[in-house]
């Protein structure tokens, strides 16, 4: 039987969690909100997950463009336990990872980077 996008979406980010252990949990939420696929625990809500990533990242192109610094590719927040990274999927979706604090970034920004490419195909 095939497997829906959302379930191919879900094992990418599983993969991403698997490959990267800094990464605690992710989703890709569309661009006006909407969860499309999450790898999240079952204390996070989805809904405030996918409402924040898609303000952040419509804040971040605005900043981006109107300071010229051209084409948004990322945004990231650093909080006292950990990061939250936003990265975009394709023009119409956002990767959303939750990140531990003592996280090799390099790795994390490489990998996300790789899952994000893959999942704008499943888009």
């Given at each position: 039987m095939a497997r829906?996008?959302?379930?191919l979406m879900v094992d990418?980010?599983?993969?991403l969690q698997t490959s990267t252990t800094d990464i605690e949990a992710s989703a890709v939420v569309s661009i006006d909100g909407l969860i499309m696929a999450s790898a999240l625990p079952a204390d996070v809500e989805e809904d405030r997950v996918s409402a924040m990533s898609a303000a952040m990242l419509a804040l971040g192109e605005r900043i981006a463009s109107e300071l010229g610094r051209g084409t948004?590719?990322?945004?990231?927040?650093r909080g006292s336990s950990g990061f939250v990274i936003l990265m975009s999927v394709g023009e119409e979706a956002v990767l959303t990872a939750l990140v531990r604090e003592n996280?090799?970034?390099?790795?994390?920004?490489l990998d996300m980077k790789r899952a994000a490419s893959d999942l704008a195909k499943l888009i």
């Open positions: 829906s996008r959302t379930e990418r980010l599983r993969e948004l590719e990322q945004v990231y927040v996280a090799k970034l390099g790795l994390v920004f």
